[in-house]
């Protein structure tokens, strides 16, 4: 099983729709949980951080099930520069660990006019 | 806003030639990372580097690679002997120590194509 999976897309959706994102790790022993969004070429950028309890960050709401070891990230009211390649990325998903992040393959996103 | 910065932005290097990747971190910050990403691929952990010396490899990091912060700025990654399956994105990442300040920036990447 690989440590953090995602549906890798392509979601083509039009703008104004809302579409959610789903990803599972692996390791129950992770702590930490991450949305970071890449342009076609460019670094990783941090979307928003995962707490338990669920939060929201304008059109964006990320929930964390630890019980189902499951993220998601859900966008609301989607803009044409929400098209991107957005990553889930655990950290400590080794056990002990200096903060090394495992990331997703990536879900890609394109929303159309 | 402060960033993380690395240079070159692109290097093209014969197979078997050194490399030396290097990486400004943000000033604060005290933990290192390089990450690669081949083409098409996701993001991987390489190496993480704390209190000079290192905290974490991968099993990519064989001892081809090498890591080191020859001063108070610079964080660089060297290739000792250059394979064609090196050609990937190296990202060079920072945080600040610890608690909430967790997350990590990553700089814009170097492309390393080896010929």
């Known amino acids: 099983r690989k440590e953090v999976e995602q549906d890798p897309g392509p979601f083509n959706v039009p703008e104004g729709a809302t579409v959610a994102f789903n990803c599972t790790y692996s390791?129950?022993?992770?702590?930490?949980f991450f949305w970071y969004r890449q342009d076609c070429r460019k670094e990783p950028k941090l979307l928003m951080s995962?707490?338990?309890s669920g939060n929201e960050d304008g059109r964006f709401t990320a929930q964390l099930n630890r019980a189902s070891q499951y993220i998601s990230l859900l966008i609301r009211d989607s803009k044409l520069s929400d098209s991107a390649t957005y990553l889930c990325?655990?950290?400590?998903?080794?056990?002990?660990?200096?903060?090394?992040?495992?990331f997703g393959q990536g879900t890609i996103l394109t929303v159309h006019p | 806003e402060p960033e993380v910065t690395q240079t070159p932005s692109h290097q093209v290097t014969q197979m078997g030639q050194e490399v030396i990747l290097r990486c400004v971190p943000i000033?604060?910050?005290?933990?290192f990372y390089w990450y690669r990403q081949i083409l098409g691929q996701k993001v991987e952990f390489l190496v993480s580097?704390?209190?000079?010396?290192?905290?974490?490899k991968s099993e990519i990091f064989d001892d081809q690679f090498s890591v080191e912060r020859p001063d108070g700025s610079n964080f660089t990654l060297k290739i000792r002997s250059t394979k064609l399956e090196d050609s990937a994105m190296y990202f060079c990442?920072?945080?600040?120590?610890?608690?909430?300040?967790?997350?990590?920036?990553f700089g814009p990447g170097t492309r390393l194509l080896v010929l």
């Open positions: 000033s604060n910050h005290l933990y």
């Open positions: 995962v707490y338990s």
């Open positions: 580097f704390y209190n000079n010396e290192i905290s974490e």
């Open positions: 990325v655990v950290n400590n998903a080794g056990g002990t660990s200096y903060g090394k992040l495992t």
């Open positions: 390791n129950s022993a992770s702590q930490s």
């Open positions: 990442a920072s945080r600040e120590l610890s608690g909430s300040k967790e997350t990590q920036y």
